[in-house]
């Protein structure tokens, strides 16, 4: 009866650490450690025994303090960075009975192209700044397999309207936008393979609140409309109260908490969300 | 199991961990209740009623005890440990929660606000405007309304608006928590009439009322609370 459904996206007991160890923090459990950071061999340990689910259409947020370890969450589910150990399933993609951490990077290259879609914290990072904004979609479109231009091209303009990027704009490139708009043609980008899965790091950090506002209505918009599964990452509990279904808060690279939002919200079970809950009262 | 829920020996406090503070909350309830009552629960400001509520739809972790839900989909759960995806298919197709309070999305009109309850339980784009319309109608929110933003309306359409959102979904169960407090004397009279409608409808209920006078003669049977304790172990039949 618990499994009534089946997650779209598994995680099972991912690490990542930068650095090799050293006998004083590999054993001891974290013992030593000073936050998520060895003081003896500097290793950080970003991510630490992270499992959690995913499930079809809803929308689930990480929230979790500067240098938690959200973003390198993030790039492990990306492949922008190999895990340390750990497992993870797509459904969609063999049945989600291979770990699509072992697999070929031609493979992974396959997920994230067709699978994935992906915003970066950083706009530098998921987007070629020097490229027509209607290039950067047509990069991502042909890395799925497309190959016909016109095509291509009404694509890339129905998702850049989508995003309230205007039509005369589209050639332009992101460079000479402002962030929110940055981040509007990186979301644009993102849906542009019709991907089962959205992963959203920091979409609306730095932005001022009417920009924030409007970003976040559209991803609202965009995953009723097209019933995508999202995974989005904030330090902002206010983003998180407004966006998601369930909640993971995460403190040194490990899951402290997690539940329903208002839960999270209402009744945190956990010092650290209790101190983050408080903060946002304030 | 017969009843369409029981709450058992449910006990709850809240741990403040900056200050190590406890909070006593509730301890060893017992509730029951059968489909088509309407079930009132009273007691003074603090007592524990929304607590019960909260606890019910999850909003809250008790520390002991059980709320065997029957669902028409799963069957008997215990709400206190059924699975995160569990409860949110509850509340968006068998449990209603309506309380005083609108929270709701910025910048989302009446209609969607409504529609967008009929069609996160995966009905069709033009059956959800339908069944929005009807309801928003059925509960005489002014149609100069319907296309505006709920932020701006006044204490009784918030409230008339909230029980759309919620009766749109036909629950099986529904929470009602103080939907009369700081309304004035008309409006309290529309809820009430709305509640007498409810009833008739055979939907199950149960509310929270301050002004307990107010739901004279309209619940079935009724629970107090006091310090967060049942006042007898039973509740009194009003019938
Ligand atoms: N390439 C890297 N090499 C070494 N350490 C790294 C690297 N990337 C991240 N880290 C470390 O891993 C930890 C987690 O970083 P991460 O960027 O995931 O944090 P975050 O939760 O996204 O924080 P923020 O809210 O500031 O974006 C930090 O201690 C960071 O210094
Ligand atoms: N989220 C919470 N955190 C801490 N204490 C709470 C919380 N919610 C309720 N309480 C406490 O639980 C008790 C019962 O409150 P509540 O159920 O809201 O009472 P009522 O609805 O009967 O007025 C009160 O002492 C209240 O302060
Ligand atoms: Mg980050
Ligand atoms: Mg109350
Ligand atoms: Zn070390």
């Known amino acids: 009866m618990k ?7 598994r995680v099972s007991h991912l690490n990542k650490q930068y650095g090799k160890g050293c006998a004083s923090c590999r054993d001891a459990g974290g013992m030593v450690l000073n936050k998520n950071f060895c003081p003896v061999c500097a290793t950080v340990y970003a991510c630490r025994d992270i499992t959690f689910e995913v499930y079809a259409g809803e929308i689930l947020g990480v929230v979790g303090e500067s240098g938690s370890g959200k973003s390198t969450l993030m790039q492990c589910l990306y492949f922008d960075q190999k895990v340390s150990g750990g497992e993870a399933y797509i459904s969609s993609y063999k049945s989600g009975r291979e770990n699509i951490f072992t697999e070929s ?178 | 199991m017969e009843e369409i829920i029981a709450v058992e020996h449910l006990s709850k406090y809240f741990t ?59 069957g008997p759960v215990n709400l206190t440990k059924a699975s995160e995806r569990q409860v949110i298919y509850l509340r968006k197709h068998e449990i209603g929660y309506v309380s005083q309070f609108l929270n709701v999305m910025p910048r989302t009109t009446a209609r969607e606000l409504v529609k967008q309850g009929v069609l996160e339980m995966g009905r069709a784009e033009d059956y959800a405007e339908w069944e929005a319309e009807k309801m928003l109608a059925h509960f005489e929110l002014d149609r100069e309304l319907w296309d505006s933003y709920p932020a701006t309306f006044s204490g009784g359409e918030k409230l008339r608006l909230n029980i759309a959102r919620a009766m749109v979904k036909h629950p099986r169960l529904l929470l009602l928590d103080e939907p009369t407090a700081s309304l004035d004397y008309t409006s309290k009279l529309r809820v009430r009439e709305l509640i007498e409608q409810l009833i008739r409808e055979g939907t199950t209920m149960m509310g929270i009322f301050h002004d307990l006078e107010f739901m004279e003669n309209l619940c079935h049977r009724e629970y107090t609370l006091r310090d967060g304790k049942l006042v007898d172990r039973a509740a009194v039949n009003l019938y």
Request: charged residues 25%; hydrophobic residues 40%.
């Open chain 1, 3 to 9: 499994d009534f459904e089946q997650p779209v996206l």
């Open chain 1, 105 to 282: 990077s031609q493979q992974k290259r396959y997920i994230r192209n067709r699978m994935m879609g992906k915003v970066y914290q950083n706009p530098v990072l998921g987007l070629k700044m020097d490229f027509s904004s209607i290039g950067n979609i047509a990069e991502k479109l042909i890395a799925a397999g497309n190959r016909n231009v016109r095509e291509m091209e009404a694509r890339g303009k129905e998702l850049l309207e989508h995003v309230n990027i205007p039509v005369y704009r589209i050639k332009e490139a992101p460079r000479n936008f402002s962030g929110g708009m940055q981040q509007r043609v990186q979301i644009a980008k993102a849906l542009s393979n019709n991907p089962p899965l959205l992963l959203l790091d920091e979409v609306t950090t730095g932005l001022d609140l009417s920009v924030q506002a409007s970003v976040l209505d559209l991803i609202k918009q965009i995953q009723r409309r097209l019933k995508i599964s999202v995974l989005i990452v904030s330090h902002d509990l206010g983003v998180i109260r407004m966006l998601a279904d369930r909640t993971i808060v995460i403190l040194d690279g490990r899951i402290v908490e997690q539940g329903l939002t208002d839960q999270i919200l209402e009744d945190p079970q956990h010092g650290y969300t209790q101190q983050l809950v408080q903060s946002l009262l304030v």
């Open chain 2, 16 to 74: 403040i961990h900056n200050l190590g503070k406890h909070i006593e909350a509730l301890h060893d309830i017992n509730i029951a209740m059968k489909e088509g009552e309407f079930v009132g629960i009273t007691g003074k400001s603090g007592s524990g009623k929304s607590t019960v509520f909260k606890c019910i739809y999850r909003t809250y972790v008790p520390q002991r005890g059980s709320i065997w839900y029957n669902s028409k989909k799963f």
